[in-house]
C-alpha cells in the first residue's frame, strides 16, 4: 500500500544513507528537508496532485485494448493522485474496468470528458449537468459557440473532506502555519473539439471562460479546468488576457493541447510536469519493458498507447496564486 502523505512529502533520510563519519549530522539534515517544505503557500497538507490524461489511443493490432488498460491502471495505482481529469473515455465508468482502489470513483460523459476523484480525500457535492446549467435558450445570446459542445464537459462541485485533511496535516508531524484558504471548488474536465479551423476554435474556448465566469460568480467560486483543448497554450494567449482572475499555470511547453485553467485569485495550479511513457529519465517503463511489449503487443511503443502524455501538476488550496 502506497503512502497517502501528502504530494511532495519531505523524505527523511536514514540512518545507513550517509557514511559513518557524516551520520552524526543527520538529524540535522533531516531538520532541513523538513524545513525546507515550508513556503508562503502555507503547509503541503493543502497541495493535491492532478492530472489530465486522453484516454484514447491506437485500438489496431492485437492486444493494445487490453495493454491501454493495464498502463492506465498503472497510472493510477502509482501515481496516487486524487483527481484526475478525463478526456476521450471510452466507458460509461472508468473505474469498473481499470484496476483501481475501490475508493475512486468517477463521473463522466462516455467517449468525451470525466472526472476520477478519491473519495477519501473529495466528497463530490453534486454534478452540474451543462445542459441544464446552458439550456438551449440561454446558449444562444450568452455562449453561442458553446452549444454544441455541451457534451464535451463533465462539470462537478468537491468539497475538501475536513477530517481527512486533518489526517494529513497530522501525518508532516509539524505544526501547520495557515489553514486552507477554501474547502470547496468547481471541477470541469473538457475536451475540446478539433475538426474545425482555428477561428471556431477561438471563439469555442471564448465562450467557455464566458461560462465558467459565469458559473464562478466572475471568480468568487474556485474553479479548475483540466483537459485536451485541442488548441495550444500559444493560440490562446490573447484570448486568456481577456479574461482576468482565469490563468494558466506555467506549462513545459506552449504547443501542448492538455493543459489546466483555474481561478487564481482563490486558488493555485503549480509545479506542471507531463510524464514520459517511453524509455528514458522519469519514464515509467524500462528498456526491457518496452522491448517485451514490442515483441508481444504488435510492436506497439506504450507511448502509442495512449494519444496524449497524461499532464500532472499540484493543486494548492492553501494560497491563490502570488501572480494573480
Same mark, same amino acid.
Given at each position: 500500500m502506497a503512502s497517502s502523505l501528502p504530494v511532495y512529502q519531505a523524505e527523511h533520510l536514514s540512518d545507513d544513507t550517509l557514511p559513518g563519519e557524516a551520520a552524526p549530522g543527520l538529524a540535522e539534515v533531516n531538520k532541513a528537508l523538513m524545513e525546507a517544505t515550508i513556503t508562503?503557500?502555507?503547509r503541503h497538507p493543502y497541495r493535491y496532485g492532478i492530472a489530465t490524461i486522453n484516454y484514447k489511443g #491506437?485500438?489496431?493490432?492485437?492486444?493494445?485494448?487490453?495493454?491501454?488498460?493495464?498502463l492506465?491502471?498503472?497510472?493510477?495505482? &502509482? +501515481?496516487?493522485? *486524487?483527481?484526475v481529469f478525463v478526456q476521450e473515455c471510452p466507458w460509461i465508468d472508468a473505474t469498473k474496468h481499470l484496476e483501481v482502489d475501490c475508493k475512486y470513483m468517477y463521473e463522466g460523459v462516455k467517449d468525451e470528458a470525466g472526472i476520477i476523484w478519491d473519495s477519501e480525500v473529495?466528497?463530490?457535492r453534486e454534478r452540474l449537468n451543462p445542459k441544464e446549467l446552458i439550456p438551449y435558450r440561454l446558449i444562444k445570446p450568452k455562449y453561442p459557440h458553446l452549444q454544441s459542445c455541451r457534451k464535451r464537459m463533465c462539470i $462537478?462541485? %468537491?468539497?475538501?473532506?475536513? =477530517?481527512?485533511?486533518?489526517?494529513?496535516?497530522?501525518?508532516?508531524?509539524?505544526? &501547520?502555519?495557515?489553514?486552507?484558504?477554501?474547502s470547496d471548488f468547481i471541477a470541469?474536465?473538457?475536451?475540446?473539439?478539433?475538426? $474545425?479551423?482555428?477561428?471556431? !476554435?477561438?471563439? +469555442? %474556448?471564448?465562450?467557455?471562460? !464566458?461560462?465558467? &465566469?459565469?458559473?464562478?460568480? #466572475?471568480?468568487?467560486?474556485? $474553479?479548475?479546468?483540466?483537459g485536451d483543448f485541442n488548441f495550444s497554450i500559444d493560440n490562446i494567449d =490573447? #484570448? +486568456?488576457?481577456?479574461? *482576468?482572475?482565469?490563468?494558466? *499555470?506555467?506549462?513545459?511547453?506552449?504547443?501542448?493541447?492538455?493543459? %489546466?485553467?483555474?481561478?487564481?485569485?482563490?486558488?493555485?495550479?503549480r509545479d506542471i510536469e507531463p510524464l514520459s511513457l517511453n524509455a528514458e529519465p522519469g519514464g515509467v517503463f524500462t528498456s526491457k519493458d518496452i522491448e517485451k511489449a514490442k515483441r508481444e503487443k504488435n510492436k506497439k511503443e506504450p507511448n502509442k498507447l495512449i494519444d496524449h502524455r497524461p499532464v500532472f501538476a499540484v493543486l494548492d488550496l492553501g494560497s491563490p496564486n502570488p501572480f494573480s
Open positions: 508562503e503557500h502555507g #491506437d485500438t489496431k493490432g492485437a492486444g493494445n485494448a487490453k495493454l491501454r488498460k493495464l492506465l491502471s498503472l497510472l493510477q495505482a &502509482q +501515481i496516487h493522485v *486524487p483527481i473529495f466528497d463530490m $462537478c462541485r %468537491f468539497r475538501l473532506r475536513a =477530517q481527512r485533511a486533518e489526517q494529513r496535516a497530522a501525518a508532516t508531524n509539524v505544526a &501547520q502555519k495557515t489553514k486552507p484558504k477554501l470541469i474536465s473538457w475536451h475540446g473539439p478539433h475538426k $474545425c479551423s482555428d477561428d471556431k !476554435k477561438h471563439k +469555442i %474556448f471564448r465562450d467557455l471562460l !464566458k461560462f465558467v &465566469q459565469t458559473l464562478t460568480n #466572475d471568480g468568487q467560486t474556485a $474553479c479548475i479546468i483540466g =490573447q #484570448d +486568456i488576457d481577456d479574461f *482576468p482572475g482565469l490563468t494558466i *499555470p506555467a506549462s513545459y511547453s506552449s504547443k501542448t493541447i492538455d493543459y %489546466f485553467i483555474f481561478t487564481s485569485n482563490l486558488i493555485n495550479v
